[in-house]
């Protein structure tokens, strides 16, 4: 695969429904011929679709730097059935998962991506389901990045067939999705809560335990403005990083705030490319991953 940094939109029906996305093809293909395909889901709102982390974060940049695939698909009147329950799309019984297998399945299919070292990243709403998606297809998924949403409780019993590494990313002045878990703002019929989130350490602890990494604290680094706890050894080589942005709101670090949003957005570092970065070493075929 060749381009010119080519913008291809696709459309097909799943479920019943028809479902869109946009994927931003790389200039240029690794030594070894692969070409991984990263999904960038967006949080939940009304008006969002693929476009607005396209135009918010610098994947098209990385995907010619790193010689990814960039899929942005659109969620179902703008939000993931991430598996809490609470959002649009849960309530309408979308099947999301099988959306976002389709996509690797397509672009696979037709430019040559491969199937199996997929990257899933997302914000808020994006970032529980892609918890869920690695959960539910981690054959396919080789890398999770989640920022500003950890694991949602109702997932915590998933047991996937394959180790999926992950970097997660939150803020520790995030009012929205607080970093120590809780419920969600969107309560049930009666005003009873819902919609459980675990705190960033106890998503971190959940994916080392999935992984098999091993026991200990981990490596830990630190700056003036985060602090970063490192797990190695998974199956397959898999990693865990929990990275707490200090000051941080329900934002995605190195860009500016999103239209109409409150909270502080850490400058220290570029959310997109340190996903990337992390990620490129650890694209490792399913069958060095199964557990």
């Known amino acids: 695969m060749v381009s010119d940094g080519e913008l291809v939109a696709g459309e097909f029906t799943v479920g019943g429904r028809r479902r869109s996305f946009t994927i931003r ?70 099947d999301d998962i099988a959306f976002l297998r389709a996509i690797v399945d397509w672009s696979a299919g037709r430019y040559g991506t491969s199937p199996e070292l997929s990257v899933v990243a997302g914000v808020s709403n994006g970032a529980f389901m892609a918890h869920r998606f690695a959960l539910e297809a981690s054959a396919q998924v080789a890398v999770l990045a989640a920022v500003a949403g950890g694991l949602p409780a109702a997932l915590r019993g998933l047991q996937p067939t394959h180790a999926v590494s992950a970097m997660l990313i939150h803020g520790t002045a995030d009012r929205v999705s607080p970093i120590e878990g809780g419920y969600s703002r969107h309560r049930g019929p009666n005003g009873e809560l819902r919609g459980r989130t675990l705190s960033l350490q106890e998503t971190a602890e ?52 999103a239209p109409g949003g409150a909270e502080p957005t850490s400058q220290e570092f570029d959310a997109a490319e340190e996903i990337c970065r992390f990620a490129e070493p650890l694209l490792v075929p399913a069958g060095a991953r199964r557990l």
């Open 25 to 94: 093809l790389p200039r240029a293909v690794a030594d070894d011929g692969q070409v991984p395909l990263v999904l960038v889901l967006h949080g939940n709102h009304p008006d969002a679709g693929g476009w607005l982390m396209r135009e918010w974060t610098t994947f098209d940049k990385q995907a010619d730097r790193w010689s990814f695939a960039v899929a942005y698909p659109d969620g179902y009147e703008g939000c993931w059935a991430d598996g809490r329950g609470v959002t649009t799309a849960d309530e309408a019984g979308v």
């Open 206 to 257: 959940r994916w080392r335990a999935i992984d098999r990494c091993p026991p200990g604290p981990g490596r830990t680094r630190t700056t003036e403005f985060s602090g970063r706890t490192a797990a190695d050894g998974g199956v397959g080589g898999s990693r865990v990083v929990a990275w707490t942005v200090i000051g941080g709101g329900h934002t995605w670090p190195g860009v500016a705030a």
